[in-house]
């Protein structure tokens, strides 16, 4: 096979072609794997000296910043000033006893206000749904906690959200900056969300703080991206015309550049905002207290009915922030007619102010729209249990066999011939990939970040958690791509199912792995069920734009060539459509990566689960390698795609 | 004649694109043409283009996109620095101003009109036209008489409530308007004003726009693409080519004697006698008395075609706005343009 790397017949060009050197690359990975037994032991697993202590020199980096530079001291100074906000929200929200003592507000005033803040931003369909979420809560007896969840994000994300602005307009300012910044913030957005936490729990500890705080951390790569996005896509004109204006550096950041970036400032507010939700559900594992704790101890005690009630708060509380902060994104001033008055200008002032003084008298007569306590709640978990276990016993034929098939005959093979690979044939068949996606450059960025990882010493892991992602992402686009052009078909139903996926991708990932556990228990099945569904979503999504978005000409082209809808799909349609598909690819990649990570508590044998060891006995060393080689497969798929999806619009002419 | 004020003068600006381009400019010898430039890895969108502006003219500068017209504008308002040259205003190099005199200098002097308007999406019409006076720091209430004062003067009283978005383009370019006239700048500078209008509001806005100058009197840059827009508002017209003047002169000089290849090919559709004036075609007396009733000067040749038939004058007198002679016109040469020249 390495012969048609020698034996090049077209011997007069002056370079090997791409296909060429790709073919001969993969001889070299098929010839690897055929010849395992007989290998040195050193190309089949990493040898030891390719093996460096890099969990030893971050750890030490860490406590020479920690003891040494100090930086404990502005940490913890950092985190107290945090606390206090903590306290005053805590105080205010669910009545804790803490500075200002004056609460907690009445659930039907903070209701009310999500309502009216609800229609003010879209109308009476938001207005239900804010105000309902408050209502769903306070009904389910999940006040309290809900509370101590929302108290975080209230902190948090304006800290996330100035941090952000702050620093992108610095990116925005100074190329250099801009050049730093870029590569922080790829590596920043592929980190699993537990690699945050580690270092977290070294400089501040565990508790609500240190879930803010990583919460912070967590959500300023959005907003740094949108900030810079928004104020690079201001129309020359504008700024020109700012300048026309006779304005000030400053004034033209302030008055004309941000307020017309406006809308991608939002988009970033927004991003933070879900970002802030997924995290602070998931730093539950770091004693963060709240709905995420709750889900977390009923999930892992198998309590399906009370973990649906939660998982339903999560997803209200979810879709509400979503809406609401979008709605605010599209909002676009209007004007009011000449002379009309204050209150009419103000209505939602207005509005809110009479509603509050309402519900805060109400709640003076009538304790239940002041508190409501865990005895008067409603629950559904037991009827839930009851449909619950009567649907799993009448699926379970189902479930148990699809649970032996997929284990005996699917993961278990599947897991050990991806151990079986020897890492030298990995590397060279990643090597043969990339040159033929992006010749040499692509081939040495997968050797790059493969190599690492191999050098992190983690490769048996390593490995397991890129069997069950391509497993997952490959059922994902078996399910994924048919139900994209089945949607895709009618604009009506097109309409209909980008919904349903919008919606389901703001729900924290955490959420997915309600229903897998409910159907298959603890252990491998529930988690690739869990990744493939988490998978599927964006694979749906981005298929349906990418089908809808062929320009309507080239399809009437096609009909008036005569081509059957059959024809025009395979023909026009999908090569128009690829490139965007493919970007569905990239995130359905990326999002497995991090479900992956989350699912490892119920039972992996991947990095995840090295992670959790991580966490749980603070080794910061150990944690951000483990993040970082999980980092480096999502931004080598990354590349590789963009690499691909660039050449193909080239080709097109889409760019 | 008192000799006119030069309010704008440029000499040899020079503004070229690329890595380290005054080096490159400061070691060019010779009269290097674009295209030699652009192999040095240049793009020259400004070349040696010397331009005096006087006080209430109207220099229109006529160019296909790519001719380097926006980006002399730009130079003018020194909205990008130049590569080579001076450019004073009032005789002030504002090259050499720093920041802060250089705001100065917008806050008070000048005005600009977008192409696509640039009005801030946020700030409904009113808070548009008083954006430069708040930027100078003017308080809040003359801020809004001043404001409303230039939206009545651009026909759009009633609508200071009203967001960009929720305005035609024709009135947006309006608030645009108002608002590079709010500070009273000397010199206006629009840059394709009304190229991204529809041909009827255009004409419209055109008319608007004479209205507009009779009344205020401004010293005026005007860019355009459109070389009818051109002939009928510019008192001079310059037209570039590859970042370089082919011929400045007014539209009468540009139409009966194209400097260029390139200027003629323009002139050939035109109607020349819609453009030319009887002043155009007006020369000294030099002592001989044309009899008879004299024609105004601003009067188009197409304007006089039955008087011209009619005549039987050989020389026909042109007197200016105030009625007094300033020349004669052979009637032949005016016939001539009305009709083509005999082959």
């Avoid at chain 1, 128009?576 to 990326?590: F, K, R, Y």
């Avoid at chain 2, 295209?35 to 793009?43: K, N, P, S, V």
């Avoid at chain 2, 001043?146 to 608030?175: M, T, W």
């Amino acid at each position: 096979m390495t012969a048609a790397l020698t034996n090049n017949p077209q011997a007069r060009l002056p370079a090997l072609s791409k296909t060429r050197v790709a073919q001969g690359l993969l001889g070299v990975a098929v010839l690897l794997v055929l010849t395992k037994t007989v290998l040195p032991a050193g190309l089949v697993r990493p040898p030891e000296w390719l093996v460096w202590p890099f969990a030893d020199w971050i750890n030490a980096l860490f406590n020479f910043m920690r003891d040494d530079l100090g930086l404990m001291h502005v940490t913890r100074g950092f985190a107290e000033g945090v606390e206090w906000l903590l306290d005053v929200t805590a105080n205010l929200l669910y009545g804790r006893n803490r500075w200002p003592y004056l609460g907690p507000i009445p659930w039907s005033v903070i209701a009310v206000t999500a309502g009216v803040v609800g229609y003010a931003l879209q109308g009476w369909r938001l207005a239900l749904l804010s105000a309902g979420t408050f209502v769903w809560i306070v009904v389910m007896g999940q006040w309290t906690w809900s509370m101590e969840t929302l108290s975080v994000i209230v902190v948090a994300a304006p800290f996330s959200i100035l941090f952000g602005l702050l620093i992108g307009v610095l990116g925005w300012k100074s190329r250099r900056v801009e050049k730093i910044l870029n590569p922080i913030l790829n590596i920043a957005q592929s980190l699993p969300h537990f690699a945050y936490m580690i270092p977290v729990v070294v400089f501040i500890g565990v508790g609500p703080k240190a879930g803010a705080i990583v919460t912070i951390i967590f959500s300023v790569p959005p907003m740094i991206r949108m900030t810079l996005l928004g104020l690079k896509k201001v129309s020359p004109e504008v700024v020109e015309s700012g300048h026309m204006c006779g304005a000030t550096r400053w004034q033209l950041l302030h008055s004309v550049q941000i307020p017309t970036a406006r809308t991608d400032i939002l988009v970033g507010v927004n991003q933070v905002i879900m970002q802030c939700l997924a995290m602070v559900v998931l730093a539950s594992f770091i004693g963060m207290p709240g709905l995420g704790q709750k889900l977390l101890q009923l999930l892992q005690a198998l309590k399906i009915g009370r973990s649906v009630e939660i998982g339903i708060t999560i997803v209200l509380l979810a879709v509400m922030l979503d809406r609401c902060t979008k709605a605010w994104a599209v909002r676009q001033p209007e004007h009011f007619e000449k002379g009309t008055s204050w209150v009419v200008r103000n209505k939602f002032l207005v509005i809110w102010a009479v509603l509050v003084a309402v519900a805060f008298a109400l709640a003076q007569v009538f304790p239940m729209l002041d508190q409501v306590k865990r005895s008067q709640a409603l629950s559904m978990a037991k009827p839930i249990d009851a449909v619950v276990d009567w649907f799993i016993v009448l699926i379970d034929p189902v479930t148990q066999w699809l649970r032996w098939f997929l284990i005996t005959w699917i993961l278990i093979p599947m897991r050990d011939a991806y151990l079986y690979l020897p890492f030298s044939a990995v590397l060279a068949l990643l090597a043969a990939i990339g040159w033929a996606i992006g010749g040499l450059r692509s081939a040495l960025v997968c050797i790059a970040f493969f190599g690492l990882i191999a050098m992190s010493g983690w490769w048996d892991r390593a490995m397991i958690t890129v069997y069950m992602v391509s497993f997952s992402v490959l059922l994902a686009l078996l399910v994924g791509f048919p139900m994209g052009i089945w949607g895709a078909r009618h604009d009506k139903r097109a309409v209909k199912v980008l919904l349903i996926c919008d919606t389901l991708q703001t729900f924290p990932s955490f959420i997915y792995l309600i229903p897998v556990v409910m159907l298959f228990g603890v252990n491998d099945v529930a988690v690739v069920s869990a990744v493939f569904l988490f998978a599927a979503v964006p694979l749906v999504r981005y298929t349906i734009e990418g089908l809808r978005g062929v320009p309507e000409a080239l399809i009437e082209a096609a009909n008036m060539s005569g081509a059957t809808q059959r024809q025009t799909l395979w023909n026009v349609r999908l090569p128009m459509a690829l490139p965007t598909i493919m970007v569905g690819v990239n995130q359905s990649v990326m999002f497995s990566l991090f479900m992956v990570i989350i699912a490892a508590f119920i039972g992996t044998q991947d990095l995840g689960q090295e992670m959790q060891r991580a966490l749980s006995s603070t080794d910061v060393g150990k944690g951000l390698v483990l993040g970082l080689a999980v980092a480096f497969m999502g931004l080598m798929v990354d590349h590789l795609v963009n690499r691909w999806a660039s050449r193909r619009r080239q080709a097109l002419g889409l760019a | 004649m008192t000799t006119p004020e030069t309010v704008i003068s440029c000499n040899n600006v020079w503004k070229l694109f690329g890595e380290k381009a005054e080096n490159y400019l400061a070691g060019m010898t010779g009269n290097p043409t674009f295209d030699e430039i652009r192999q040095a890895g240049y793009i020259a969108a400004v070349r040696d283009v010397s331009v005096d502006i006087n006080r209430g003219e109207m220099l229109v500068i006529m160019g296909l996109s790519g001719s380097g017209k926006s980006t002399f504008v730009r130079c003018l308002s020194r909205l990008l620095d130049i590569t080579g040259g001076t450019v004073k205003v009032e005789g002030q190099d504002i090259g050499a101003l720093d920041e802060k005199e250089l705001i100065d200098l917008r806050r008070n002097k000048m005005g600009m009109v977008f192409q696509s308007f640039g009005l801030l999406p946020h700030r409904n019409v009113l808070d548009n036209v008083a954006f430069p006076l708040e930027m100078r720091g003017q308080d809040r209430h003359t801020r809004r008489a001043r404001a409303l004062e230039v939206i009545e003067l651009v026909g759009l009283g009633g609508r200071e409530e009203y967001f960009p978005r929720e305005l035609s383009g024709g009135q947006q370019q309006r608030v645009g308007i108002a608002r590079s006239l709010a500070i009273e700048p000397d010199i206006w500078f629009l840059d394709e004003p009304f190229s991204a209008l529809d041909p009827l509001i255009r004409r419209e806005m055109q008319d608007e726009f004479l209205r507009l100058q009779e009344m205020l009197g401004k010293t005026i840059v005007f860019i355009t693409h459109d070389f009818d827009e051109a002939l009928r508002l510019a008192d001079r017209i310059a037209i570039m080519k590859d970042g370089a003047v082919e011929q400045c002169d007014t539209p009468d000089k540009i139409v009966l004697e194209p400097a260029t290849e390139y200027v003629r090919k323009f002139t050939e559709e035109i109607n020349k006698a819609r453009v030319v004036h009887a002043r155009g075609l007006a020369r000294p007396i030099n002592g001989i008395a044309p009899s008879g009733e004299p024609i105004a000067g601003h009067t188009t040749i197409q304007e006089m075609g039955r008087l011209l038939v009619n005549d039987t004058r050989d020389l026909m007198p042109v007197s200016d706005k105030n009625g007094k002679v300033i020349g004669a016109m052979a009637r032949q040469e005016a016939l001539d343009v009305l009709f083509g020249a005999p082959a």
